[in-house]
């Protein structure tokens, strides 16, 4: 299910309802339940909604209508910008010829945003949304991913973009980190999206196409009292499209990047430092292993 379909039956709902419990947001969207409590939670934050305990159950109720409207509006609206109608690459966002600064900032703050930029027309910003989307609708041959920190949220945010790098046969490359030896929820997570990465990749690509990820990670282990420390690692976030295009920033493939963080970084079409770039990519993926196997083992749901 997309994020879009997720915000919307909320917004609908909220709307007609004035009010969700937990059990309506579990029983409606069953795995996809969480995409709508982080929104929710980031809106409660806002003074938008109002959260309490009523005995066992966990209740939203919507306190500010027109705010709740100019949020989810504001999101919609980047969400449709990014949608690609159609195969045809004529019909996608282009590359920009030039430089790119590529932003994100909370959905709240984006007016301010709006005014920043109309502060400074001489510079070429992007959202970090339509940025990533536009490196991976207009890949021709292979898209190489650096997701340290890899969602399912995120990846519902652009499933039209993964399904059409499938479709077109676009070889993916996606390096992570801590799958082998991480632990916890967001270690769960994580594995949990890569798999259903995997399986809508797969369900969709074409003969020939290629798939892997890999984890450059490592970790100490200390004494018996003590967690083991993280210690060697890849934390780079890197889009980048064939040779002509890559994207680098603080932002990646999650809905807090999209959704609720302040990132920045660049989108650049200069040869050189596209060939640097994906150089780069190339010196942690020669020293990464594979763990596509034992990410297909993991149920994505």
Known sequence: MRTDDIYEWLAETLHT???????????????????????LEYLVTR??????????????????E????????????????????SQSTNQRDALPSERQMV?????????DIEHLQNEHPEVNVQSLRR????????????????????EQSGLNALLDEVTGLAS???????LTRDVRNGDGYSHTNKCRALSKLHDLYTANKQVG???DIRDFGSRISGHPDNPSRHYRGVHQKMVISDDSAAYVGSGEIRENSFLTNGE???????????AYWSDFFDLFWQNAKSVLDQVTRIESH
Do not use: M, W
């Open 209 to 211: 196409a290629t798939f």
């Open 17 to 39: 309802q004035r009010e969700l419990t937990r059990e309506d947001i579990d029983e409606t969207l069953d795995t996809h339940a969480e995409d709508a409590l982080f929104l």
């Open 264 to 274: 920045a970084g660049v989108l650049t079409v200069d040869d050189a430092e596209v």
């Open 66 to 85: 027109q705010e709740f409207d100019e949020i989810l509006a504001a999101y919609l609206e980047e969400s449709t910008s990014t949608e690609c109608p």
């Open 131 to 150: 940025a990533i989307g536009s490196l991976l609708d207009n890949a021709e041959s292979e898209v190489r991913l650096a997701v340290p920190f890899f």
């Open 168 to 174: 077109r046969g676009i070889d993916l490359f996606v």
């Open 47 to 64: 003074g938008v909604v109002k959260s309490e305990r009523r005995g066992d159950s966990s209740i939203y109720e919507l306190v500010d």
């Open 103 to 111: 932003v994100s900032a909370p959905l709240d703050l984006q007016p």
